[in-house]
């Protein structure tokens, strides 16, 4: 019998990087024939390989909204079709809520691998569907909703596909609850394709190195990720570590939504809770308990081992809880189909907790991403389309560096291209770029947000908003100042529209819709930042002259920095 002992470590190292190749296809092929441009483009969708014992031990490079709570899916798909049921060929899928990640547009399915008859393990993917049905189009919406029998098609976990076989009942099912059923069958069946690709890689594995030998292997590695990440905890000093932020509200005329945890560190374990957070909300702004842990699980892995792989032994030693009744563990069938607009906030509520105690690994809040819903009619194609938006803007500053620019920040997606979208919806993307000045200042600045503006040439418009920071803005760390605010507005312009974050409006054809992100905090004094670094962000139009004297007491004349009146100025500005 092998066991993890006899295991050569160049043999070790091999299959780790076998394990790592097999998330990694998995995920091109569900990318590379998807049919949404959300999971084609946007790359909305995760990957892991698990053992047999249904243990997560290798993820591809997607969301960690979806890899946290995969676990969870996993465990409740074989609750539901234990091991001994299953046949090759065998694919179980689930949306549920409670189950997943926390909404029904994400579509969890669990492939088992069978070698000579004996299971070997799992390939598992999930992808965020175009549309699952409810009240909305994208069904994610805010306004209006006081459960989730409103947000769309709940599937608890079924045998969709049996011996390679799809169960055409289940499926037609899907096809009939969803304003989009080419897309959604095109990419259920994309992901299908892939689980398959990922079951006869597995397969090939074993059948290179045995199943004993692999099995061990897989012990190992969750082994040693849970004692890297305990050795980095163990390193950062005991102590109870609390912060606060806030969400804008969860709709029109609504109260702010308080996010208070408590980061408790005691030797080689972290407890993450969020006591003290407000209730849960008769909207679609909750977050199931699932989704509220793979975020605080993605802060506390990014701060103690980023480099290490993410699997069943890197989340044991993290717990996260809260309240039931509250909107981050709510009590079903509370909402929840917007719930992504929540991951940012548990995400740096950990960051902000932990800032005194590793000052030099956290980073200030970033630009909120905005993940609008559009719907209507179509009439150059003569059809009904659901149009999904995701606008990346910038990140937080950090204790060495500025913040990055228009880029995702707590999970691994993509700005989708304008060609993509101009090309597959009624749309013209008229304006993207970066916003300037709207990054906070620092000795290193936050990113700047993101402007986005779309001219949707469609009738009978829907817009589902879905965006945050329009409110209390991205915060800074050690002296960095906050973002700018976010906005919404329909025809930028004299007679513009404002539009709030989550509010549920109608549009007319031809209608600008322009969405202007927050931008992030900055980390640091901002007169402690290089003059010669200010010139350079006046120069690429980040920053304006006027901010640069007024944020940073940097003087440009022209395209140089006057050193004279910059260090009078800024010595005056200490004083004050």
Known sequence: MVTVSTIDPITLGVIWGALQSIAVEVGTTVQKTAYSEQAREGQDFSVAVFDAQGRMVAQGPYSPGHMGAMSAAV??????????????????????????SGHFPDFFITQPAFHDG???????NIVHHTDVGGSRPGSQGVEGIFDYFQEGLRIPPTRVWKEYREDEGVVGIIAANTRTPEKVLGDLRAQRSALRVGELRLVELVQRYGRETVRAAMDEIIAR???????????IPDGVYAFEDFLDDYGPGTE?????????????????????????????????????????????KCLTDPFGPMNEGALRPVT???????????????????????????????LGALAPALPERVAAAASHFANPTFGGWDRARARRFVAYELVLSGTGARATRDGCEGMSWAFNASNIPVEAQEAAQPVVVERFGMIPDSGGAGKFRGGCGIRRDLRFLADEGKLTNLSERQRFPPYGLFGGKPGRVARTVIDPGPNEQPVHGKASRE??????????????????????????????????????????????????????????????????????
Do not use: W
């Open 507 to 576: 549009f007319a054809h031809g209608a600008v819709i322009s969405f202007q992100q927050s931008g992030a905090g900055g980390y640091g004094d901002p007169f402690e930042r290089d003059p010669a670094r200010v010139l350079d962000d006046v120069l690429d139009e980040y920053v304006s002259v006027e901010a640069a004297r007024d944020e940073y007491g940097v003087v440009i004349v022209g395209d140089e920095v006057n050193e004279a009146a910059t260090a009078a100025l800024r010595a005056r500005r200490r004083k004050t």
């Open 320 to 350: 996260v809880t809260a309240p039931a009744g509250s909107f981050l563990n709510p009590r079903p069938p509370a909402g929840g189909g917007p719930r992504a607009i929540i991951c940012y906030r548990t995400f740096e509520a950990v």
């Open 75 to 100: 465990r409740n798909a074989l609750a539901a079709h234990p091991v001994e049921t299953l046949r090759p060929g065998d694919a179980i899928l689930l949306n549920d809520p409670l189950l997943g």
């Open 225 to 235: 990720s849970e004692a890297s990440v305990r050795a980095a905890i163990a390193r």
């Open 118 to 124: 004996a299971l070997i393990g799992f390939a598992v």
């Open 256 to 300: 702010p939504l308080r996010v208070r945890v408590t980061v408790t560190v005691a030797g080689d374990a972290v407890t993450v809770d969020y006591d003290g957070s407000s209730p849960q909300t008769p909207s679609g702004m909750n977050s199931y308990i699932n989704y509220t842990r793979s975020y605080s699980y993605a802060a506390v």
